[in-house]
């Protein structure tokens, strides 16, 4: 079974017109609940590219995860017996 879950917040785009400055912001999660993600980017048309933020803290995760424990006042916790 693999850990790894990626899902984006919202689908890409079909099509997108072309001109001065055409950007796609992308959002979403990379989490394995084991490993902590080292690096991370994404590949488009073969070419790689970089992903100028990782490693913020999603609080749905977190509540997904540890659902009896109150996520503001968790900071000093190391692990949570009550999740796998």
């Not at 001109?19 to 084991?34: K, L, P, R």
């Not at 994404?42 to 990782?54: H, I, K, N, S, T």
């Amino acid at each position: 079974m693999a850990r790894l879950q990626v899902d984006l917040d919202s689908p890409l785009p079909a099509e997108l017109a072309i001109g001065g400055g055409t950007a796609v912001f992308v959002a979403g999660t990379c989490f394995d609940a084991e490993l902590r993600i080292q690096t991370l980017e994404f590949e488009l048309d073969g070419v790689r590219q970089p992903v100028m933020a990782y490693g913020m803290p999603r609080l749905d995760h977190f509540r997904a995860l540890h659902p009896t424990l109150d996520p503001y006042a968790a900071g000093g916790l190391r692990n949570d017996p009550s999740s796998l």
